[in-house]
C-alpha cells in the first residue's frame, strides 16, 4: 500500500494526543486544496514530553501548528498528578 506524499513546499499541521498511562502520539497532515493528507503518525512510549518536543523539532516538515488536547493543563507531565 502506498501512503501520501509529503509536500516539502507546503505546511505541515499536527495535532498531539499526550499520553499519562499510555502512548503519546502525533498525527501530521497537510492542507492540498480542498484536501486534508494525513503524511505521517509517530507515537511514544514511556517518553518524556521534553523529549518528544526534541523529536518533533528533528522532523523534516515545515511544522506551523502543533495542537494539543484540551485537558493538558490539568496535568502535570512529569508526575501525572492533577494541578
Sequence with gaps: MQGV???DQLPV????????????????AQL????????????WH???LKDV???LRDLPYN???LGVPHDQRQREQSSNRPK
Excluded: E, K, M, P
Design 53 to 55: 518536543c526534541r523529536d
Design 5 to 7: 506524499l509529503h509536500r
Design 13 to 28: 499541521l499536527a495535532a498531539l494526543d499526550v499520553g499519562v498511562n499510555d502512548l503519546t502520539v502525533a498525527w501530521f
Design 63 to 65: 511544522l506551523t501548528f
Design 46 to 48: 514511556d517518553t518524556a
Design 32 to 43: 492540498v486544496g480542498t484536501s486534508i493528507h494525513i503524511i505521517d503518525c509517530i507515537a
